[in-house]
């Protein structure tokens, strides 16, 4: 089990960032949560934790922070540039294009872009070569 529960990201606008994450979690094994008709998306990979689209409680716009990002775990270094290249398709932006990282570990391979909203994102592989 997951010591994290859940990951909540801001947004703007729930239709979209619906759309983007079905496809741009979906490139890494995430599914939509099945949800009553209204409630924010939500979205998981085999158990916790829990990625929810909510807008902001206190009504203000939702709101990126700056050097922070949620990283998600790739299988392989495909599925981390599928990752990148489907949330550029979907609207959202790169933050730096999936390549190694030896700084961070001989086998680390990432990717980082930003959804409509701004929210940055992570995927990153540790295996060896695909």
């Known amino acids: 089990m997951s010591v994290i529960s859940h990951i909540t990201l801001g947004t703007n606008d729930i239709?979209?960032?619906g759309r983007f994450y079905d496809k741009v979690l979906g490139a890494l094994g995430?599914?939509?949560l099945p949800k009553p008709p209204g409630k924010p998306p939500a979205f998981e990979k085999g158990g916790m934790p829990t990625i929810y689209l909510y807008p902001p409680e206190d009504g203000?716009?939702?709101?990126w922070g700056n050097g922070t990002h949620v990283?998600?775990?790739a299988d392989t270094r495909d599925a981390v540039r599928?990752?990148?290249q489907t949330?550029?398709?979907e609207g959202g932006s790169s933050a730096?294009?999936?390549g190694r990282r030896p700084h961070?570990?001989?086998n680390y391979y990432a990717a980082y872009v930003r959804d409509p909203d701004g929210n940055k994102l992570q995927a990153v592989c540790y295996a060896k070569e695909d």
């Open 60 to 63: 203000q716009p939702a709101t």
């Open 87 to 89: 949330a550029l398709i």
């Open 104 to 106: 961070y570990g001989e």
């Open 30 to 32: 995430f599914e939509r």
């Open 71 to 73: 990283a998600f775990v």
């Open 15 to 17: 239709e979209r960032a």
């Open 82 to 84: 599928a990752f990148h």
């Open 96 to 98: 730096g294009e999936p």
